[in-house]
Each structure stands twice: as structure tokens, then as C-alpha cells.
């Protein structure tokens, strides 16, 4: 490969495939090959073994001090990067924050991007602020991009906004047309998200938008005012639990009951609730895929993300629960359960998975989506309906391990 510098950035789940691609290079070419993203930073003692070096944290400005050392042939002594030397790691610990983050993409810098545009069903992204004043013990990004929020001045995310949609609508037909911020907690600074929501209905910008949201902003009603005349339909809200004792367990500050009203207030103001859903707390016990879908179709939520309790290395929860952990096969990562629950064997939680998505995305509640709901939920919910399928089969394959694993610890803890 002609380059000189190859980087890769990977994800916990996708960090397998990043490893293997890594490899597949260094054997055929004699470029540079550098690793970064949530996953190597957190965990860049495993990551330096694939590659020539790791840049740690969001890299803005550190991958420009570090191609300039590189290409001048300076010394590697910046915060920011880990390298193997003599044998030995070297590590040069996290860099602070860059201090602009008002770079817009320019997206037409990256090879066949405009192809994968075109797909029907991916949306454009935009990310406006980073940075999560809150703490929760599963969450890695706070780790990554830290608690004090950092935002983009509300043109910039607007004129960004602006580019993204005319990148992925030129010469494509879209079956649904809409734009995702990507925000951990786009409502951290509650003026600088008014100010945002204000520039775009100023700007005029006609399209749909989702963001994600704590239940918070369902109080807000200025907010939610806002949103709704700026194009916004959808609010992906991390919902997490359905019990008070794992939100105290994990640190989310969150109750059921608040998260209900603050529910029927947002659809109150005419927008829906996609809800992100963990399972595996140590507070759950057996049936709580049952009460995950009844909460989910008794509260009208329109769909939902069910995730396994996810173990990013350097989070407080796989710190607490390393040694319940199944394996370390990273590719798994990805919605399979990975650990033994305290209430339940790793099994039967699968199985509360498969079933909750089973009864959440059924034939029946395909059929009233079709008939009842507005165009953009009818194809949300008949796409969503195929994908989760797939999901299921997904989780079906892993359930002998999972069988076989819950079997062996049982006889551990009998003997």
C-alpha cells in the first residue's frame, strides 16, 4: 500500500477487526501503522502490540505533533502516544483537551465516503459538544472526553449540519432523511443547546433530527418547545434500568418514576422516545426481559437499543466485575453477555435479551406500526423489526457457550 502513515481508531466491539487489519498491513506494507479511538486509549498496553504506535485520548492536536515528530525524526515526548521501545512500553500518559474543536469534516477527504453515503438507511452525524458532567460507572466516554463539556459555537454546528446533509442527499435517493447528533449530553449546557436549537430554526434548515437526551429535558418544556420547531422528532434517551436499585448500584442518577412522566411529557410535546436499555445489573433478576417489554410497549416507547452490561476496560464496571468477565474476546463486546450476573446465570440473561427483543419488535406490533404510525416510524420500526432479528440470531449462536460456561461455574460454586 502506497502511504506512509496508516491510522486505525477502534471501539471495544470492533477492536478484533482492528487488530487483524493492523496485522495485515505491517506484513504488506512499510507504512506507519498507528492506532487510536476509545478502545486503544483505554486499553493501549494490548493495543501497542498490533501496532508501531498509539496516539491516547481524541487526538485533534496530538496527531499533528506527532506527524511532525515523525516526519522531522524527533523524539516521541508529548503527552498523548504509547510506543514500545527496547522492550518496554512507553507511555506518556492522557493530553489535555485540544482546545479547538470547531474543525468541521470535510468528508470528501475520505476515500469512497460518498459511496457509503448512499445507502438508504445511514444517516449523516454530527457531534456538537463533548464532555459529560455525570459519572456513571459503565459509561467510557466520560473517561475518554472527560466531565467538563466542551461545545462548538452554535454557527459552526449549524454550517457543519448544513454540509453533512447536502454531502449524503446529493444524487441519492434516502428512504428516510434525517440526521443524528451524536452528543453524549447535548443538554449538559442547557444555553449553549438552546442557542444551537435557535440557529437552526433561523438558519431554516428543513429536515428531521434525533439526539440523545437524559430524562431531564422531558421538564423542560422551553426546551422541548424548541426542539420540535427546530425539525427535531426523535429523542434516543438512556434509560438504562427499570429499577431504582441499579440506577444507586451504577451511579445513574435516574428514578423509574421520573423517567415515566419525563417520557409522557416529551410525547406530550410531540416528539418520540427511542429508549437505550442495559441488562446484567447486579440488581436484575430473572424476568426482567418480560418487564423490559412490558415497560416499552405500556409507555408507548418507539424503539429501543438493548444492551448486555457493556465492560469497556478502565470503566469502574469492569474494574468492579473483571473477574466475573467470561473472556476478553472483544468482537463479542457487542450485545452478547460477557460476564457471570449475580442474580442469574449468563445463560438465562440471553435469554431475557432474545426475549425482550422478541416481544418488542413482534409480528402483531409490526402490523400496528404499518397501519398506525407516521411515515418516518413505519420504516424506522419495519427496518428495526429485520435488524433485531438478525440480532436474535446473533444471540442464539452464543447461547451453547453460555450454557456450557453457566454449567462449569454452577459445579464451581456447589463444590
Known sequence: LDADVI???????AAVRGYQIARYLKKRSRAVIVMGGLHASMNYKEAVRYCDYVLIGEGDETILTFLRALKNKKPMDFPGIAYRWNGKIVYTGYPCPPKNIETIPDRNL???YQKMAGHSTIWPQVHASRGCPHNCDYCALVRHFGHKVRTRSPENVVEDIRRSIEFFDKKHFRLTKGLWITDDNFFADREWAKAVLNEIIDSKIRYRFNVQARYEVGFDDEMLDLLKKAGFFEL???IEFLDDQSFQTYHKKSTR???IKSIRNIQKHGLSVRGLFILGSDDQQKGVGDQLAEFVIENHIQGVLIQSMYFVPGTPVYKTHRKSLLHK???LYNGNVVHHPK???????????????????????LIHALIHEDYIHKVLFFGEFFWHMSVRSDLRKQLPYLKEASRKRQKRIRT
Open 343 to 365: 442474580n442469574m446465570t449468563a445463560y438465562e440473561l440471553q435469554l431475557e435479551h432474545i426475549r425482550a427483543s422478541k416481544k418488542i419488535y413482534s409480528v402483531k406490533r
Open 110 to 112: 475520505v476515500y469512497r
Open 257 to 259: 418514576d421520573e423517567i
Open 7 to 13: 491510522f486505525i481508531g477502534i471501539f471495544t466491539f
Open 329 to 331: 474476546n472483544w468482537a
Open 236 to 238: 434516543d434517551m438512556g
